[in-house]
C-alpha cells in the first residue's frame, strides 16, 4: 500500500515519519492471531521472550532451520500457511523487541502460502526449492507495489514497479513467501541502521548496542529468530556486519553473482565499488539453499549484468567419501588488519577456532600478514562517493531532515569524500586494480609449488579474519569499517560465522595498551566509554562504562576466499564446523 508521500511545501518530514509508523503499526495489527503485547520495561537481551509470549508451537517452527523447514514443506507435512503465521507473529513480536521492520505483508503472505500449499496438493510435488518458505526482505529490495526510499524521508511514497527487484523474482520462482520487510539506515551507508523513518534498530542480545548495518533489520529479525532466511545486501559489511553482530551465518558474493536490478539506492549505475546481494540464515546450509536456488535458474540468461556461474556443488572443496579432506586445508589467519587492534573477545574467538583447526588432521595454519589495509581505505572510501556524496546530500535536503550522526561520519567527515573529475575516477580505478594485482601475488606468494602450467598451486584456501574490532559497538560508534570493506575493495567472497559470546571475566581490557593511531584509539576506548555519559535506548539509561557493556553480545569471525569462490568458502565452513564443533560455548 503507498504511504504518504513526501512532497515539498506541502507536507512536513515529520508527518512523512509518523505516516509511515503507523503504516507499519497497521500491518502488524493486521496479522492473526493478534502478536502478543511485550512488557513495557524490557531487559537488556530480549532473545529469550519470544519463547515466553508465542506458543510451544510456534517456537518450535520458528526455531527450526530454513533446510529442515523447506524439507518438510516438500513433503507436505507442514503446510506454508502454518509456517507463515508462526514467522509473522515472532516478526511482529521482534518488532516491538528491537524495531526491526518497516512493514509486515500478512494479506499477501498468507494469500501467496495458501496457494503453494493448493499446489503441492493438487500436484504433490513443490513447485521449487523454497517452496513455502518464508523469506525476510531488506526494504530497499524493491517489492512490486509497495514503497522503497532508502531510508531517506524524501524517497517515502515512491512504489516499486510492477516488476520486483531481480533477485526477489528468482526467489518468487523458487517458491518463497514474502512476509516481513526490514529496517535500514539513512543513506544505506552505516555499519548500523538508524534513520529518521524509523529510529534506531537495536541489537536483541543487548538492546545498548546495535544490531550492525545497513542489513541491520535482518540481523535483529533473525537473531530473535524470525526469520530464517533473509535478503540482505553488501557494498562495505552491511550483511556481514549484521551477521556478526547476532551471531548469524551471512554470505557476500563477489560482484555480478547475483542479480542487483531493481534495487532503490542513490549511486546505482556506478562500477567503481560495485554493491552485491546475498543471504543471511540462521544456518550454514540456509545460505547454501538461497544460493543454489538462485543460481539453478541460470539468471545470468535473464539478467545479462550476470556472470553465468551456475552453483558449482562438490567442486569448491574436495571431500572423501569418510568426510575428509582430499588435499590439506590451508588457513591463512589474519589475527589483526595492522591499523586497528581488535578486542579480547575477538583475539580470543581467533585464538579458540585456531586452536581447534590445529588438532585436525590435514589442516595447515599460517599467518597471513596484512597488505597495506590503510590504503585499501583510502581507496575504497575514495571510490563510494565519486560525485562528492551529492546525491546522498540532495535527498536529505529535500525534505529537511536531520543527518543521522553516522551519515555525517562516512560523509560530511570523510576526508575522501571529493567530488572527482572523470580522470581522477579512472586514477583511483586504477588504484583498486593495483592493489588488487599486489594483494593476488602475495595470495599466490603463500604457494608452495607451481603446475605444470605454471600456475600456483598449494597456496592458502582461505583466509580466517575477524570481522569487526569488537562485538557489536554501542549505538552510533560504529566507525571502523576496515575488517569488511577490505573484502569489497577486493570483490573477495567472504562469509561470517557464529563463534563465542563476550565473558567479561576472561575478556579483560588490556590496560596498558598504546593505541597505534586515532582510529585505533577510538575503537580501543569502546571497550570502556566515559562515566559522564549515558545512552538511552526506548527509554532505558545505560552507562557507556559498565564493565557489562558487551556481555553475552555474540563474536563471530569471517572466512574469505579469492573472487567467486563462494562454493568453498561455504564447503570449507561446512568442514571446519563438522571437525571443531563450532559455534563454541562460552
Not at 140 to 152: I, Q, T, W
Not at 221 to 232: D, E, F, K
Not at 314 to 328: I, M, Q, S
Not at 329 to 336: C, F, N
Request: charge should be negative; glycine fraction near 8%; include cysteine.
Amino acid at each position: 500500500m503507498p504511504l504518504l508521500p513526501f512532497e515539498r511545501g506541502k507536507t512536513s518530514w515529520e508527518d512523512v515519519v509518523k505516516a509511515a509508523q503507523a503504516h507499519r503499526d497497521e500491518t502488524i495489527a493486521a496479522v492473526e492471531p493478534p502478536v502478543p503485547d511485550v512488557p513495557a520495561e524490557l531487559p537488556l537481551d530480549v532473545t529469550p521472550l519470544p519463547r515466553q509470549l508465542l506458543s510451544a508451537r510456534e517456537v518450535e517452527l520458528t526455531e527450526t532451520p530454513p533446510e529442515e523447514l523447506a524439507a518438510l514443506l516438500a513433503k507436505g507435512q507442514l503446510t506454508s500457511v502454518e509456517l507463515t503465521k508462526a514467522f509473522l507473529r515472532r516478526a511482529g513480536l521482534a518488532q516491538k523487541l528491537t524495531n526491526c521492520v518497516t512493514e509486515l505483508l500478512p494479506n499477501l503472505a498468507i494469500q501467496r502460502a495458501t496457494a503453494l500449499d493448493a499446489y503441492l496438493a493438487q500436484h504433490g510435488t513443490p513447485i521449487g526449492p523454497l517452496h513455502g518458505l518464508p523469506i525476510s526482505i531488506k526494504e530497499h529490495a524493491s517489492l512490486a507495489g509497495h514503497d522503497v526510499n532508502a531510508g531517506f524521508v524524501s524517497w517515502v511514497g515512491r512504489p516499486a514497479p510492477s516488476d520486483s527487484a531481480g533477485l526477489l523474482q528468482l526467489l518468487d520462482a523458487a517458491g518463497a513467501v514474502f512476509y516481513a520487510r526490514t529496517t535500514q539506515p539513512q543513506t544505506l551507508m552505516h555499519l548500523e541502521t538508524s534513520s529518521n523513518l524509523y529510529g534506531a534498530t537495536v541489537n536483541p542480545f543487548r538492546r545498548s548496542l546495535t544490531s550492525g548495518g545497513s542489513s541491520g533489520g535482518e540481523g535483529a529479525l533473525l537473531g530473535l529468530r524470525a526469520s530464517c532466511l533473509g535478503v540482505g545486501t553488501d557494498i562495505g559489511g552491511s550483511i556481514r556486519s549484521p551477521a556478526a553482530n547476532q551471531g548469524l551465518f551471512g554470505l557476500k558474493p563477489s560482484s555480478y553473482r547475483l542479480p542487483m536490478e531493481g534495487m532503490a539506492a542513490t549511486m546505482m549505475g556506478q562500477e567503481q565499488i560495485v554493491p552485491v546481494i546475498g543471504p543471511l540464515s540462521t544456518s550454514l546450509e540456509g545460505v547454501r539453499l538461497f544460493m543454489r536456488a538462485c543460481l539453478r535458474q541460470r539468471p545470468w540468461v535473464r539478467f545479462p549484468s550476470l556472470l553465468p556461474l551456475p552453483w558449482r556443488e562438490g567442486e569448491g572443496w574436495e571431500r572423501t567419501a569418510e568426510g575428509g579432506c582430499v588435499k590439506k586445508l590451508k588457513v591463512g589467519v589474519l589475527w589483526d588488519d595492522g591499523v586497528v587492534r581488535v578486542h579480547p573477545p575477538v583475539r580470543r574467538a581467533l585464538k579458540e577456532t585456531v586452536d581447534a583447526l590445529k588438532k585436525v588432521e590435514g589442516v595447515e595454519i599460517v599467518e597471513w600478514k596484512p597488505y597495506k589495509h590503510d590504503l585499501a581505505w583510502e581507496i575504497i572510501a575514495s571510490l563510494y562517493f565519486c560525485d562528492g556524496a551529492s546525491e546522498e546530500s540532495e535527498a536529505i535536503a529535500e525534505s529537511g531532515e536531520p543527518w543521522r550522526p553516522l551519515s555525517e561520519f562516512i560523509i560530511k567527515q570523510n576526508p575522501f569524500v571529493k567530488k572527482l573529475s572523470v580522470s581522477e575516477i579512472w586514477d583511483w580505478t586504477q588504484k583498486r586494480e593495483e592493489y588488487r594485482a599486489a594483494y593476488a601475488q602475495r595470495w599466490n606468494d603463500t604457494a608452495t609449488r607451481a603446475d605444470e602450467n605454471g600456475v600456483p598451486t598449494g597456496a592458502v584456501d582461505v583466509i580466517l579474519c575477524p570481522v569487526g574490532p569488537g562485538a557489536a559497538p554501542l549505538l552510533e560508534t560504529a566507525k571502523y569499517w576496515g575488517y569488511t570493506s577490505q573484502w569489497n575493495l577486493l570483490d573477495y567472497s567472504a562469509l561470517v560465522f557464529p563463534v563465542t559470546k563476550v565473558d567479561p571475566t576472561v575478556d579483560v581490557k588490556e590496560e596498558t595498551y598504546n593505541p597505534r593511531n586515532e582510529k585505533d584509539e577510538y575503537n580501543y576506548n569502546l571497550c570502556e566509554s566515559t562515566p559522564a555519559v549515558v545512552w538511552c535506548v526506548a527509554g532505558m539509561l545505560t552507562p557507556l562504562d559498565d564493565p557489562e557493556n558487551f556481555a553475552g553480545a555474540p563474536i563471530s569471525l569471517q572466512l574469505v576466499g579469492r573472487r567467486y569462490e563462494e562454493e568453498k568458502v561455504v564447503e570449507i565452513m561446512e568442514y571446519i564446523i563438522s571437525k571443531t564443533g563450532l559455534p563454541f560455548k562460552t
